[in-house]
């Protein structure tokens, strides 16, 4: 089982950028996808989730209202569009996935992927 993430890169301050997360190995249709980041001397950090319906979508406080999550359940894949991104942003994101939206949530999921580096220059 595996979550592969990209998309990500070098951008400036007020750009925008699209995350991708493909899950290979078993179908994740009925899974919470979320993404986590984590910066350089920070912990990880949830920023956001959707349940495998769509229903809702769950975003931290400081990415409400600049970022969108997304998911295509046939293509096994969630999104993450980023928009008038910050230097606080510039993080390694990582993309995860789990039965629970509270064990997600957590950073307790039984899936990781490998991160992909999001730069954001001033």
């Known amino acids: 089982v595996q979550l592969q993430a990209s998309g990500g890169g070098l951008v400036q301050a007020g750009d925008s950028l699209r995350l991708s997360c493909t899950a290979s190995?078993?179908?994740?249709?009925?899974?919470?996808m979320g993404w986590f980041r984590q910066a350089p001397g920070k912990e990880r950090e949830f920023v956001a989730a959707i349940p495998w319906s769509s229903s809702n979508t769950y975003y931290a406080d400081s990415v409400k209202g600049r970022f969108t999550i997304s998911r295509d359940n046939a293509k096994n894949t969630v999104y993450l569009q980023m928009d008038s991104l910050k230097p606080e942003d510039t993080a390694v994101y990582y993309c995860?996935?789990?039965?629970?939206?509270?064990?997600?949530?957590?950073?307790?999921?039984?899936?990781w992927g490998q991160g992909t580096q999001v730069t954001v220059s001033s």
């Open positions: 995860t996935a789990d039965r629970l939206l509270s064990t997600l949530r957590a950073s307790r999921s039984d899936y």
């Open positions: 190995g078993r179908t994740f249709s009925t899974y919470v």
